[in-house]
């Protein structure tokens, strides 16, 4: 193991509490949805790994389903872990989820004690680990009660395969429902995890207010839209981007580049400029200006994107100008 992280690595990167916990998660966080899986370059998912960790990020976020192929991005982490920073997992947060997909039968997705607990133990073994800090609820699962899906978390944090848990993708009226059930069993919700950005505002009409009075944290993804909030298709789409990977699993489709989406997105590099950041950098500095976000979880392909988004720290205020601004291009 030759990896030696730099001492400086804790200097230059801002962490938040996560709720009214006692976790702290950095501002920036990696995720590992696309550009690990099993279809990936090996090393370059390790080169980014090993950038993150260098920088100060601590957090890296996880799913059974992620790849392509479903499972293989706990695997190249399982890797890299081995390689590289396992010596470091104290100082790590490493989270992951189950709520879709996985296998066969009526065993293998949703929100029941079975799938949950045998998920759980599969990406263990995938990552080689012994327990995860956070353990998520992928999805709300309108047929399993929820008192189930609860309980199941609950006893995931008892035979210490998880420290916290959270959920995912949850509206607010299904969040309020399940923090409640989850801090009567003494399992405090630690964290909501919602799509948030520019382009997809849902958070603010009611869960940001819902997190904050229960003590949860928000961490956000996709943060640029999956690249979407970036320069990087104002001259068409790159071959080497999401848009032209055809890699499924929901990544981002040329379809979605409409005209519309084009235009505002030249409007705010404009913004952008004037503020002397990049689209992206703005993009993530426009999330983390709320207080409420504990993190936002970064997905990037190249070393250099990492470099480049991890510039936002650097100008996370806006005039008030900026904001009506902003909110008028995305009206
Ligand atoms: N809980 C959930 O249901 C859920 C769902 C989705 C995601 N997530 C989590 O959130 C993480 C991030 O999601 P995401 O990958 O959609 O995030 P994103 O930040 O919206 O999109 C990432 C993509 O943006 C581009 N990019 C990144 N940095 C850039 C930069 N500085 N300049 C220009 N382009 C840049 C890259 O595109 P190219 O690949 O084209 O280079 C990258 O792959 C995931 O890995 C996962 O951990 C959770």
Known sequence: MDFLPSPQRYDSMEYRRCGKSGLKLPALSLGLWHNFGGIDHYENARNILKLAFDKGITHFDLANNYGPPA?????????????????????????????????????????????????????????????????YHHRPDPETPLEETMAALDLIVR??????????????????????????????????QAKYSMFERWVEGGLLDVLEQNGAGCVAFSPLAQGLLSDKYLKGIPADSRAASGRGNGALESGRITEGKLKQVLQLNEIAQQRGQSLAQMALSWILKDPRITSVILGVSKPEQLTDSLKCLENKEFSTEELQKINQILD
């Open 159 to 192: 035979q210490g395969k998880a420290l916290y848990v959270g959920i995912s993708n949850y509206n607010a009226t299904e969040t309020e429902k399940a923090v409640e059930m989850l801090r009567a069993m003494g399992t405090p919700c630690l964290v909501h």
């Open 71 to 135: 499972g293989s991005a706990e695997e190249t982490f399982g890797r890299a872990l081995k390689q590289d920073l396992l010596p470091y997992r104290d100082e790590m947060v490493v989270t992951t989820k189950a709520g879709y997909h996985m296998w066969q039968g009526p065993y293998g997705e949703w929100g029941s004690k079975k799938y949950l607990v045998s998920s759980l133990d599969q990406s263990l073994k995938r990552m080689g680990l012994d327990y995860v800090d956070v353990f």
